[in-house]
């Protein structure tokens, strides 16, 4: 539940700070100046009986503004959306990882698809996590992970081979894994790294932004 606090905290955070500080920023021509993407909010009134129901399921029953970022914007593929959010939650809240190597598995996709919005969220729930801060900033600034605390350098070698060069997983990394986590967690682990790596493609697509109040701590290429 802590995990969930955190999250929720930080996400309407961003929401409020959309809403309250856009008036000094120019924002490029595609941008709706409420949702800060290239899809301006569905409301709840806008949907039908069912599609009111999804939204509910996602971003509570009382509210007609959807939640910023991903719940935003997935509203648009509206079957898709439940799962979507369900999952996400099955893995955030449900999991049975601790927050410190939820964190780390989600920050890996951020830096990897440069996803501001995502980056910026995770690392400060990363920081309140507890994440040593040269795990962050290896991950933040692509360095090796010489020197770092075993479980956290493994994590992002093993996200790394996922999602660099080939993809593909050595043998004696994933055996670590296993040894290091369990077969469930290490699942687990790649089940985060890639439900992370889907929303960051989702929130570049739409180009997603961070509310005027809020700078991105992303350094982009």
């Known amino acids: 539940m802590k995990r969930l606090t955190t999250i929720t905290f930080l996400a309407c955070g961003l929401m409020i700070g959309a809403v309250n500080a856009q008036t000094d920023r120019q924002l490029p021509p595609d941008i709706d100046p409420e949702s800060l993407s290239?899809?301006?909010?569905?409301?709840?009134?806008?949907?039908?009986?069912?599609?009111?129901?999804?939204?509910?399921?996602?971003?509570?029953?009382?509210?007609?503004?959807?939640?910023?970022?991903?719940?935003?914007?997935?509203?648009?593929?509206?079957?898709?959306?439940?799962?979507?959010?369900?999952?996400?939650?099955?893995?955030?809240?449900?999991?049975?990882?601790?927050?410190?190597?939820?964190?780390?598995?989600?920050?890996?996709?951020?830096?990897?698809?440069?996803?501001?919005?995502?980056?910026?969220?995770?690392?400060?729930?990363?920081?309140?996590?507890?994440?040593?801060?040269?795990?962050?900033?290896?991950?933040?600034?692509?360095?090796?992970?010489?020197?770092?605390?075993?479980?956290?350098?493994?994590?992002?070698?093993?996200?790394?081979?996922?999602?660099?060069?080939?993809?593909q997983v050595p043998s004696d990394l994933f055996a670590k894994m296993v040894d290091m986590f369990g077969e469930e967690q290490t699942i687990e682990i790649t089940m985060v790294i890639g439900d992370y790596t889907m929303t960051a493609i989702l929130l570049n697509a739409v180009d997603q932004h961070l509310p005027a109040d809020t700078e991105s701590t992303l350094p982009m290429p």
């Not at 780390?104 to 801060?133: C, K, M």
């Open 38 to 167: 290239r899809l301006p909010f569905i409301m709840k009134d806008s949907l039908d009986e069912e599609g009111q129901r999804i939204f509910e399921a996602i971003n509570g029953e009382d509210t007609n503004v959807p939640r910023m970022g991903p719940p935003s914007n997935s509203l648009y593929s509206i079957k898709a959306a439940e799962p979507y959010d369900a999952m996400n939650q099955a893995l955030r809240i449900n999991g049975n990882l601790d927050r410190q190597v939820f964190e780390i598995s989600t920050l890996v996709p951020a830096r990897e698809f440069n996803s501001p919005y995502e980056w910026t969220i995770h690392e400060r729930g990363a920081r309140q996590a507890g994440v040593d801060e040269r795990v962050i900033d290896a991950i933040k600034y692509n360095r090796t992970t010489n020197g770092l605390p075993d479980r956290d350098a493994t994590i992002i070698e093993y996200a790394r081979a996922l999602l660099q060069g080939d993809h």
